[in-house]
């Protein structure tokens, strides 16, 4: 495959929307199924080593140079349950030099009964199996060995799982070679991990007397120059592993470490991968001085939900922008990762430029996959595959008449340039794992390409009056919240706005708001009551909605101004599925209506609310190519 992610659009297609668009609905052709992944994952070999330490050992049974090292068999197991390790690991044949000689050499015996010498490198083994046993962990699954390298369907399919792999070990272990060689980069590492940087009153960190600015930055540099930062894959399996992925860092003898942060095995750092991240992102956004380390810190290391506050890719104001947002605290607008995720692939290094689709689709954790092997033989480049899987998975884009972009000049650009400009902004209905949220939930679902745009199903609103509250419970809410908290004050704001609906005739609308939601809606729907009784107490404007040409009130969403009836009715597209445990809310604008009835909608904005409906109100509706 063809990467072809430097080029324009325009040079990739000669400069059409109508060829793209071709390209596009050719390579959704190519599809497989998530299940079969699904299943393979249930079925996982892993090596098990709970009989290491006083199982079987011998001598020189396989030809090997390392004949004088005590033998260590694994059997490589099948389908059985329990706690694991998935390890993460920079692919070699040797060593690097000053690591010392491996303690065992290692075989595995595959399920038939033969014994073959492992192509994993024996050191790592023998630390690997340190870890596992230190947390009381008896399995290991790492890909060289459990995944049949001689099998292509295997493989293939492997790979397209490792998402699962990763997210559902016990622990996952990240591999370095480096080796922290003195007590002063010991203590500073320790420092950045376990004193948060304060922010004197700032939103941004500082880190004016704080600490040794040279020495951690001279620590960072060194772990950081492991060649696994660099790997494409390793990105993945961190980004998939997320709080379970620790780091295994060597350290020179005689130094003096803090057991409660870096553990117990003898010569060895365990890290955890998410804290290590966020220190260095915060570290590194407080910093200063040494531009251009910190920017070398970053490309490897920056944390999603810190970075994007402030200087992520789509966090500007402009189109986009939440409507209705729950809270006046200043929360940034966020992107989804995805286009995090892309940029930072596209900065590391894998073997074929193909594989950096799947490892895109299991970092966003896609359901629709594509099937590489046909795409890359028909020749296709990786941006309009890209571009496919972006928009296949129910992506939220920016129409492209927000962006100023006329179709001429839309596609001058790389495919890179192209998703941030229609990169659309989110303010989900909480204040904390925002960004979790949106790159798990905040997605059309039931999705089709059609040569008109991206087909969806959904509710369709109307908002319209707002819900009038008197002098009287203005005054009420603002004495509650002298002595409360928002959210111990929710329950009894949502008894006032059922209350209020109620004396204004809308006591069906009341009742749902009271209904027990079990099931996996809960949280959802929760999630939405929270944000509107929010949005009440810090006066924000709530108004009524209809379904489209409809009159009964079953929807309430919160609008950023008091102001009177805006002269034309906002329209929103609401839509949720269980099954996928995909959710949008978002104010759209009209527009033609398509054959079979299909409505022709343009996202403008998020907005927050809560909303009741049945099947029998849903419609199809389509968001047109955003190139067009």
Not at 232 to 253: G, K, N, Y
Not at 300 to 306: A, D, L, P, T
């Given at each position: 495959?063809?990467?072809?992610?430097?080029?324009?659009?325009?040079?990739?297609?000669?400069?059409?929307?109508?060829?793209?668009?071709?390209?596009?609905?050719?390579?959704?052709e190519?599809?497989i199924?998530?299940?079969?992944m699904?299943?393979w994952?249930?079925?996982l070999?892993?090596?098990?080593?709970?009989?290491?330490?006083?199982?079987?050992?011998?001598?020189?049974?396989?030809?090997?140079?390392s004949?004088?090292l005590?033998?260590?068999?694994?059997?490589?197991?099948?389908?059985?349950?329990?706690?694991?390790?998935?390890?993460?690991?920079?692919?070699?044949?040797?060593?690097?030099?000053?690591?010392?000689?491996?303690?065992y050499?290692?075989?595995?015996?595959?399920?038939?009964g033969?014994?073959?010498?492992?192509?994993?490198?024996?050191?790592?083994?023998?630390?690997?199996?340190?870890?596992?046993?230190?947390?009381?962990?008896d399995?290991l699954?790492?890909d060289?060995?459990?995944?049949?390298?001689?099998?292509?369907?295997?493989?293939?399919?492997?790979?397209?799982?490792?998402?699962?792999?990763?997210?559902?070990?016990?622990?996952?272990?990240g591999?370095?070679?480096?080796v922290?060689?003195?007590?002063?980069?010991?203590?500073?590492?320790?420092k950045l991990?376990?004193?948060?940087?304060p922010h004197?009153?700032?939103?941004?960190?500082?880190?004016?007397?704080?600490?040794?600015?040279s020495?951690?930055?001279?620590?960072?540099?060194?772990?950081?120059?492991?060649?696994?930062?660099?790997?494409?894959?390793?990105?993945?399996?961190?980004?998939?592993?997320?709080?379970?992925?620790?780091?295994?860092?060597?350290?020179?003898?005689?130094?003096?470490?803090?057991?409660?942060?870096f553990?117990?095995?003898?010569?060895?750092?365990?890290?955890?991968?998410?804290?290590?991240r966020?220190?260095?992102?915060?570290?590194?956004v407080?910093?200063?001085?040494a531009?251009?380390?910190?920017?070398?810190?970053?490309?490897?290391?920056?944390?999603?939900?810190?970075?994007?506050?402030?200087?992520?890719?789509?966090?500007?104001?402009?189109?986009?922008?939440?409507?209705?947002?729950?809270?006046?605290?200043?929360?940034?607008?966020?992107?989804?990762?995805?286009?995090?995720i892309?940029?930072?692939?596209?900065e590391?290094?894998?073997?074929?430029?193909?594989?950096?689709?799947?490892i895109?689709?299991?970092?966003c954790?896609?359901?629709?996959?594509?099937?590489?092997?046909?795409?890359?033989?028909?020749?296709?480049?990786?941006?309009?595959?890209?571009?496919?899987?972006?928009?296949?998975?129910?992506?939220?884009f920016?129409?492209?008449?927000?962006?100023?972009?006329?179709?001429?000049?839309?596609?001058?650009?790389?495919?890179?340039d192209?998703?941030?400009?229609?990169?659309?902004?989110?303010?989900?209905p909480?204040?904390?794992?925002?960004?979790?949220?949106?790159?798990?939930?905040?997605?059309f679902?039931?999705?089709?390409?059609?040569p008109?745009?991206?087909?969806?199903?959904g509710?369709?609103?109307?908002?319209?009056e707002?819900?009038?509250?008197?002098?009287?419970?203005?005054?009420?809410?603002?004495?509650?919240?002298?002595?409360?908290s928002?959210?111990?004050?929710?329950?009894?704001?949502?008894?006032?706005?059922?209350?209020?609906?109620?004396?204004?005739?809308?006591?069906?609308?009341?009742?749902?708001?009271?209904?027990?939601?079990?099931?996996p809606?809960q949280?959802?729907?929760?999630?939405?009551?929270?944000?509107?009784?929010?949005?009440?107490?810090?006066?924000?404007?709530?108004?009524?909605?209809?379904?489209y040409?409809?009159s009964?009130?079953?929807g309430?969403?919160?609008?950023?101004?008091?102001?009177?009836?805006?002269?034309?009715p906002?329209?929103?597209?609401?839509?949720?599925?269980?099954?996928?445990?995909?959710?949008?809310s978002?104010?759209?604008?009209r527009?033609?209506?398509?054959?079979?009835?299909?409505?022709?909608?343009?996202?403008?904005?998020?907005?927050?609310?809560?909303?009741?409906?049945?099947?029998?109100?849903?419609?199809?509706?389509?968001?047109?190519?955003?190139?067009?």
């Amino acid at each position: 495959m063809d990467n072809d992610t430097d080029l324009a659009l325009s040079e990739i297609n000669g400069g059409s929307t109508s060829s793209l668009v071709k390209q596009i609905m050719e390579i959704r052709e190519h599809t497989i199924s998530r299940k079969r992944m699904e299943e393979w994952a249930k079925r996982l070999r892993f090596l098990d080593i709970s009989g290491v330490g006083d199982g079987e050992r011998r001598r020189g049974s396989v030809n090997s140079q390392s004949d004088d090292l005590p033998e260590r068999v694994l059997p490589l197991r099948i389908n059985e349950q329990g706690k694991r390790v998935a390890i993460s690991w920079r692919w070699m044949v040797d060593i690097p030099l000053g690591q010392g000689p491996a303690t065992y050499r290692y075989l595995v015996r595959k399920p038939g009964g033969q014994l073959q010498r492992s192509t994993v490198p024996d050191l790592l083994f023998d630390r690997a199996i340190k870890f596992a046993q230190e947390h009381e962990i008896d399995r290991l699954w790492i890909d060289k060995e459990c995944i049949n390298q001689n099998n292509e369907t295997d493989k293939t399919t492997g790979t397209q799982a490792m998402d699962i792999v990763y997210r559902e070990s016990t622990l996952s272990l990240g591999i370095l070679w480096v080796v922290v060689q003195s007590q002063t980069q010991l203590d500073c590492l320790s420092k950045l991990l376990s004193e948060r940087i304060p922010h004197k009153g700032s939103e941004e960190p500082r880190l004016v007397g704080w600490g040794p600015v040279s020495g951690i930055l001279d620590v960072l540099r060194l772990i950081l120059s492991d060649e696994r930062w660099e790997r494409t894959w390793i990105f993945q399996e961190d980004h998939c592993a997320s709080s379970r992925m620790h780091l295994l860092v060597r350290h020179a003898p005689l130094l003096r470490k803090d057991r409660k942060i870096f553990g117990d095995i003898p010569g060895e750092l365990q890290i955890r991968c998410d804290k290590f991240r966020r220190a260095a992102t915060e570290f590194c956004v407080a910093c200063d001085e040494a531009g251009e380390y910190v920017a070398d810190i970053l490309a490897k290391v920056r944390q999603y939900n810190i970075w994007n506050k402030s200087y992520g890719v789509g966090t500007d104001s402009g189109p986009g922008d939440s409507q209705g947002s729950a809270y006046d605290d200043g929360l940034p607008r966020l992107p989804a990762s995805s286009l995090s995720i892309l940029l930072d692939i596209k900065e590391r290094k894998n073997a074929k430029v193909e594989d950096r689709l799947t490892i895109f689709a299991n970092c966003c954790q896609y359901l629709a996959r594509l099937d590489v092997r046909p795409l890359t033989k028909a020749r296709y480049g990786l941006s309009a595959c890209i571009l496919c899987l972006y928009l296949l998975n129910g992506e939220i884009f920016s129409g492209l008449s927000q962006r100023s972009q006329d179709s001429e000049n839309i596609l001058n650009c790389s495919v890179y340039d192209f998703l941030e400009r229609i990169s659309f902004k989110f303010d989900p209905p909480m204040r904390d794992f925002r960004l979790s949220y949106i790159d798990r939930h905040c997605r059309f679902h039931s999705v089709k390409l059609t040569p008109e745009g991206v087909e969806t199903v959904g509710w369709l609103w109307e908002i319209g009056e707002e819900i009038a509250f008197t002098s009287q419970n203005r005054r009420d809410i603002r004495h509650h919240l002298e002595y409360r908290s928002l959210s111990s004050s929710r329950p009894w704001g949502l008894r006032l706005l059922r209350n209020r609906l109620t004396k204004l005739g809308h006591w069906q609308l009341s009742e749902y708001l009271e209904r027990d939601n079990d099931g996996p809606s809960q949280q959802f729907i929760e999630g939405m009551i929270n944000a509107v009784v929010d949005g009440l107490l810090q006066n924000k404007t709530l108004r009524l909605a209809t379904i489209y040409r409809n009159s009964r009130h079953l929807g309430i969403f919160i609008m950023d101004s008091n102001d009177i009836e805006p002269p034309k009715p906002t329209i929103a597209f609401t839509s949720f599925s269980s099954k996928e445990q995909k959710f949008v809310s978002i104010e759209v604008k009209r527009g033609r209506t398509l054959a079979g009835g299909r409505q022709a909608l343009r996202a403008r904005s998020w907005i927050n609310g809560v909303w009741f409906s049945s099947r029998k109100y849903m419609k199809t509706c389509v968001f047109p190519w955003p190139f067009e």
